[in-house]
DNA sequence: GTCCAGGGCCTAC
DNA sequence: GTAGGCCATGGA
């Protein structure tokens, strides 16, 4: 029986592939328009949405609160889903104005305790949305729980009591330091060792995780 | 042609 | 409370 700790992962894993820098960014609001955009989307179909937001001279609060849903839906057409989306990114800002009388920067600088019913109150934003908001753009220490971290961990033999959401963010939160840059590069690099070696044959060629991997290797899901 | 990406909402049971 | 359908583009 291999105890695992979170800790020995995460430095396995930053050995192996180093800082990844997710979302750097040019400001806390393309953050959270990526956060929205990403949503079952591939990042670089992300990217192309918001440099047609960029060219359009739209990518602010105000410039998507002033601009007609349908023209919002067309620009972000490369992210997928983009109706859905275009809602999504008008409770967004509906929120700002709402709430925090168009000030992200007030809305940011809420503690996570209290920011983060609102945001989970708001159409388009769950779980994952609203944690990745808080880490990427407010810089606060939570942790982010996505399909690779639970398939990841889980494979290693890392699993919460309750299979929640919560249940996996509350493990990994009991367990490190609250460290919001260690929690940025540690989300970004579970999604990069998932993508890149977790699961592919043969034996998981080149995982840095496969001493301490209870599958051996064998590549199973 | 098939599969699936850095989810979440809505509607049935 | 949870399973299933739906939203939709673009690259592998």
Redesign the pocket.
Known sequence: MITLHLLDVYDRIFGAYGPQR??PGDSSFEVIV??IL????????VE?AITNLKAAGVLSVEGIYALPEPEL?QLI?????????AAKLKALVNLIYERFDGSLEAMLSLPAAELRPLLLA?????????D?ILL?AAGQPVFVI???TRRTFSRLGVTPRRDTYEGWQQLFMGALPPDAGMFNEYH?LI?RHA?DVCGREPRCTGCPLLEVCPTGGRGLR
Not at 123 to 130: L, M, N, V
Request: hydrophobic share 40%; net charge positive.
């Open positions: 997710w979302w990526g956060a990403t949503q079952s989307a591939a990042w670089g179909n192309k839906a057409r490369p992210s997928g889903y983009f109706n859905a989306k708001t159409h388009g934003i769950g779980p994952e949305t609203a990745a990427y996505d399909a690779y970004a999604v993508k």
